[in-house]
């Protein structure tokens, strides 16, 4: 049985995080971006470390999405909302490989900091575009804000994924238990095994937080570190201006992003 039906907007905004472009316009940049999730995703995550990860393991950043604010947040606000409609009336599991730098983040936050996509099929035996990995088997509770793709979505392009995407802001707790054999055989981008493999217990719950203002403004400063980064430059060389100013502005579009996961717009 289906969760709540999404708006339009909602199911637009799903499709196209998971990377269906079909019915949107090409020649527009905003759009043209099969991996919208990297450039999204990236943006809440604090300082620029994930920017300069992502960089390194040959992905790209979409500089016409952060230069476009209205759209920008307005894919997080459908997004959002289509999470809470998204709540499972059971106890779900799913499992998900992460960069264990990403990892460390999320553990000492205790809370999912950007989307995370997660697999309700289990691992998968390899991943060829991240670096340096550990498992997570998460425990979804009941009720949970969640997007289960192949229940929310009419047409799910990508089925064989089975597609369980949670907000950010949920908080967890983290236990590690010992590899199996048949977890110690995945590999990374470089074939390296985990590095450890963690129980993850979702408390259903966003993390408390404060109204914070929609960012209304982002300098052509911080767009243009996304495209020097894109064309190679060394991090340690980027304008130091706009490196600053990219920061501020993640710093509040996050705040703005967890204001309306918890008070709705």
Known sequence: MKSSPLTPEEAAAVRFYEGDLTGLPAADPFYADSRAFVSLNALLFPGLGSEITRIREGKRLNPAVLADLPRLTALYSALLSAAKKGAQPRQRESWRVERAEDFAQLAAAGQTLSFTSTSLGGFLPAYGDKQGIVLMHFTVPAMTPCIVM???????????????????????SASERALTDAERQITDQNGRPPAAVYEIALTGQYTAGKP??????????????????????????????????????????TAWVHSIAIFGE
């Open 150 to 172: 192949a229940e929310l979505l009419d047409n799910y392009a990508k089925a064989d994924e089975q597609e369980l995407l949670l907000p950010p802001f949920l908080t967890f």
């Open 212 to 253: 914070a203002a929609r960012p209304c403004r982002v300098s052509a400063q911080a767009v243009s570190v996304w495209a020097q980064l894109n064309a190679g430059t060394d991090p340690a060389e980027l304008p130091q201006a706009a490196a600053e100013s990219l920061r501020r502005f993640k710093e509040r579009l």
